[in-house]
């Protein structure tokens, strides 16, 4: 089976950066993905981490490190409107198994 | 483009009752899938599909079916609906192989009461 662990909430502040990780267990893996979904709304794609490394996307940067089973989202320069709940998800074949979630919360 | 048409966006059931719910994609996307998403919680597969005619089990498929008759469509069945079916459902494409990137529909509101 598959199980993934991230932490329920985060507070950070207006222009700080925040780090949200992502341990998970699979009996296959293909690569790690993270999805933003604000309150009511649906889950939209922030990135895919197939190979050891570093992804950046303007203020977001994702990382995985296949050996330790384990991947973080960064946020950069936070804004008010991040406040939201990031999901870690793993492929494992033709499934995409999500994570409980993390709550951002973004102060002034 | 539409993307992810999810229909109806709210519905109520009495306990026992069926309905389908709908999901179509014009993206030509081969992979879809159904998720079930509990207030403040992630979200959990029901069933997936990587393409017309393959169809398969996800997390959570008890009390539901699925089809994938064409590349278009992948309709959610409830059968005799149960409150512990109260929940959002979402559906999701994506072209698959390499490509990561699901595209979700707006959700349906299920309340089974």
């Known amino acids: 089976g598959q199980s993934l662990e991230q932490p329920s909430e985060v507070t950070a502040v207006e222009g700080a950066i925040v780090q949200i990780n992502c341990t998970y267990q699979?009996?296959?893996?293909?690569?790690l993905s993270w999805y933003q979904q604000h309150d009511g709304g649906a889950p939209t794609f922030l990135s895919y981490?197939?190979?050891?490394g570093l992804e950046e996307t303007g203020r977001f940067s994702s990382f995985l490190s296949r050996s330790d089973s384990y991947g973080y989202l960064l946020l950069q320069e936070l804004q008010m409107k991040d406040s939201a709940s990031y999901f870690c998800?793993?492929?494992?074949?033709?499934?995409?198994?999500f994570g409980q979630g993390t709550t951002l919360q973004v102060k002034p | 483009n539409a993307g992810v048409t999810q229909t109806p966006k709210f519905r109520i059931l009495k306990i026992g009752q069926s309905m389908t719910l709908q999901c179509t994609q014009d993206?030509?996307?081969?992979?879809m899938y159904w998720y079930r998403q509990d207030p403040g919680m992630g979200l959990k597969l029901i069933y997936y599909?990587?393409?017309?005619?393959?169809?398969d089990k996800g997390e959570v498929p008890n009390g539901y079916n699925v089809s994938r008759s064409t590349t278009e469509d992948f309709p959610l069945r409830l059968e005799l609906a149960a409150p512990s079916q109260t929940s959002v459902y979402f559906c999701?494409?994506?072209?698959?192989?390499?490509?990561?990137?699901?595209?979700f529909g707006s959700g349906t509101q299920l309340s089974v009461l």
């Open positions: 699979t009996s296959g893996f293909y690569g």
């Open positions: 998800a793993v492929r494992d074949r033709g499934k995409l198994i």
């Open positions: 981490n197939a190979l050891d």
């Open positions: 993206m030509n996307h081969n992979y």
């Open positions: 999701a494409s994506a072209l698959g192989g390499t490509n990561e990137k699901l595209f």
């Open positions: 599909s990587v393409g017309a005619g393959i169809t």
